[in-house]
C-alpha cells in the first residue's frame, strides 16, 4: 500500500486539509479582530465552526456511505474552496458567521471521510497503520500551516496572500482527488 502512488497522494491531500483546518483555526480570530471584530465575537466564530463542523461530518459520513468517500471527499473541497473565497471579501460578523457555517461543514467532512476512504482504497487487513501514516503525515501539515500563515501575515502584514495559498493548496488537492484517487480495481476470479 505505502509503495502505491494512490497512498503518497491521499496522504498529500490530508496533509494539505490539516494545513488549512489548522491555518483557518489558528487565524480566523486575529484576522476577525484585524477587521473590527470584538475579541467575544471573534472567538464566537470558532464556536460556529464547531457546530457546522457536527453537521459536516454526520451529513458527509452518510454521503460517503451512500456515493462513495471519494465523492464525499470532492465535495468537502469543493465547499472549502467556496468558504476559503467568501474569506477573502468577508469583513463583518455577519459575513465571516457564514464563513464559519460553510468552512465548517467541509471541516468536519474531512474528518468523517478519511479514514472510510483509506479503508475502501487500501482495505482494512492493515487499516490500522495505513490510516496511522496519513494521519502522521497530515500533522506536519497541520503544524507547517499555522506557521507559514502567520509568517505571510507578518510580512504582508494583511492574511489576503495567506488565504490565497489556502484556497490555491485546496484546488490543488481537489485536483489530486480528481485524477489520482481512483477506487481500487479489484481482479475478480
Given at each position: ?28 480570530i ?101 490510516f496511522?501514516?496519513?494521519l ?43 485524477t ?9 476470479p
Amino acid at each position: 500500500t505505502m509503495r502505491t502512488r494512490q497512498f503518497w497522494a491521499v496522504c498529500a491531500v490530508y496533509l494539505i486539509v490539516t494545513y488549512t483546518a489548522q491555518s483557518v483555526m489558528i487565524h480566523i480570530i486575529l484576522y476577525a479582530k484585524d477587521s473590527g471584530i470584538t475579541k467575544s465575537q471573534a472567538a464566537s466564530i470558532v464556536s460556529v465552526v464547531g457546530a457546522a463542523s457536527i453537521a459536516g461530518r454526520l451529513i458527509m459520513g452518510s454521503t460517503g456511505d451512500k456515493l462513495g468517500n471519494r465523492r464525499a471527499l470532492i465535495i468537502c473541497f469543493i465547499v472549502l474552496v467556496a468558504a476559503l473565497s467568501w474569506l477573502q471579501l468577508a469583513k463583518g460578523l455577519w459575513m465571516l458567521y457564514l464563513f464559519a457555517i460553510v468552512y465548517g461543514f467541509a471541516h468536519g467532512g474531512f474528518f468523517a471521510v478519511m479514514s472510510p476512504l483509506v479503508a475502501e482504497l487500501f482495505g482494512t487487513m492493515s487499516h490500522g497503520v495505513n490510516f496511522g501514516m496519513v494521519l502522521f503525515l497530515g500533522q506536519i501539515g497541520g503544524a507547517i500551516g499555522p506557521v507559514v500563515t502567520g509568517r505571510i501575515f507578518d510580512v504582508a502584514h494583511s492574511y489576503q496572500w495567506a488565504f490565497v495559498i489556502l484556497i490555491a493548496a485546496s484546488v490543488g488537492a481537489l485536483i489530486l482527488t480528481i485524477t489520482q484517487i481512483k477506487p481500487v480495481q479489484v481482479n475478480k476470479p
